[in-house]
């Protein structure tokens, strides 16, 4: 066997795997959902039998569909609130010379390192203040914190990377600032809004801790908070868990296929030019 041969050979057994790898915790969730008795699997690789009740515990009996109204409600103005105030600050910084440019910079990147949990009180005691508590807004907000950093970091390479000289021919032509940003900018930059929106819908829809903290009234509960009614405290319904895993994992996947195809290009075409 050649040398070249050897190599297609070793990357197809690390790309199977990785797929195996990969695809083996969401095939365990969905077989457990539909299998009749989950508790009595054990480590049976195939599920007993084949069943929807499951499914319809979670979607009817249990309302679940009122966790996945509030969180879509929440992850979708969190996505379009961070898209459109980290596009203007990454203009900003890249495109502006002002004083403490660089801290400004920094301060973004140090709010990335941050752990979630050690926000927890502050965050809590400041919606406290502001009359923000068991607030869909509220709590957008947070997560507008968390994710516009990332985005402001990765959306300034894109803006950089695009050529002065674009602007300038559009100024040359007789555009407004606003009308070079809608027909030149724009249009550059929106495989990293891509991106960066990627990131803060799935910071939203998946995040836990604040939602509990924050939210007081079950009907606007998110649905990471959702999935914990299936939970006793000696016990959970594991087919319930599930099944409610797979109705949550479906809206990421939904949304990863509409913008898969800037996806890529998003993640590694701003790093052309920093």
Known sequence: MSRRTTGRVLRGVGVAVLLVATLFPFYWMLSTAVDPAPLGRG??????????????????????????????????????????????AAVAVARFRFRLRTAVLILVLLVQMVPLEALVIPLFLQ?????????????????????LPFAIWNLRGFVAAVPRELEEAAYVDGASWFRMFRSVLFPLVAPGLVATSVFSFITAWNEFIFALTFMQDSSKYTVGVGLRTFFTQNTADWGAVMAASTVIALPVVVFFVLVQRNLASGLTSGAVKG
């Open 43 to 88: 480590a049976s690789l195939l599920p007993s039998g084949f069943t929807l009740e499951h499914f319809r515990h979670v979607l009817v009996d249990a309302s679940f569909g009122r966790y996945i109204r509030v969180s879509l409600i929440v992850a979708l103005g969190t996505v379009l609130i961070s898209g459109a105030v980290a596009l203007l």
């Open 127 to 147: 919606a406290r203040s502001l009359q923000m508590l068991n607030s869909l807004l509220g709590l957008v907000i947070v997560y507008l914190a968390f994710s």
